[in-house]
Every structure is written in structure tokens, then in C-alpha cells.
């Protein structure tokens, strides 16, 4: 079992900046990527950005340039780094992470950090 604990929402003015973080604990060394996902009101969950263990990383277009995720492994922290917000970035932001176990993937999910972006 993998669990994940967010923080670091908030409200924020468009153009502004925001870093969640996301504590791992429990199995770490049963994960192969960790990322972000959002969800907008109405909206399904879309990837914000995936990150694999060698550090290959996947952002979605809509985030390309503005946001860059980091980790610290000392810490099992993963980071997003938002700049350049905008209203449309406003969201429930999941960090999640996938691992594997004798050949059973698992998904886990934070329980969720509201970001909203006003105008």
C-alpha cells in the first residue's frame, strides 16, 4: 500500500504561482511513476503531468512551459511547480501514483488540493 498526502492549494490571482507537494509513504519502492492529475467542476480528470522513476517526465499541452514537477527522494516528496496561472487552471489537483507487485499494478490517489485561479 502506497498512501499520499497533498498540500499546497490555495487561492491565487491569475499570473501567479503555487507549489503543491505530495508525501509518499508505505510501499515506496513498489512505485514506477508518480504525477498530477486535475479536475475541473463538471469536468473528468485529466493528467497534468506523469513523472517515471528513471525521471522521464509527460506534461499535458495545456501546462507545457508553466509547470514543471520535481522530487526530492530523500524526502519521497514529489513537487508541482505551477507559474503563469491561469483561471482555467482552476481545479482539484490529485497527486497520484502507480507501482506494482508481483505483477499487479496498483493506483493510488492523494485525496485532492483545491487550486483556484481568479481573474
Known amino acids: 500500500q502506497v498512501q499520499l498526502v497533498e498540500s499546497g492549494g490555495g487561492l491565487v490571482q491569475a499570473g501567479g504561482s503555487l507549489r503543491l507537494s505530495c508525501a509518499a509513504s508505505g510501499s515506496i519502492s513498489s512505485i514506477n511513476t508518480m504525477g498530477w492529475y486535475r479536475q475541473a467542476p463538471g469536468k473528468q480528470r485529466d493528467l497534468v503531468v506523469i513523472m517515471t522513476i528513471s525521471g522521464t517526465t509527460n506534461y499535458a499541452d495545456s501546462v507545457k512551459g508553466r509547470f514543471t514537477i520535481s522530487r526530492d527522494n530523500a524526502k519521497n516528496t514529489v513537487y508541482l511547480q505551477m507559474n503563469s496561472l491561469k483561471p482555467e487552471d482552476t481545479a482539484v489537483y490529485y497527486c497520484?501514483?502507480?507501482?506494482?507487485?508481483?505483477?499487479?499494478?496498483?493506483?493510488?490517489w492523494g485525496q485532492g488540493t483545491q487550486v483556484t485561479v481568479s481573474s
Open positions: 497520484n501514483a502507480v507501482g506494482s507487485r508481483v505483477g499487479i499494478t496498483y493506483n493510488y
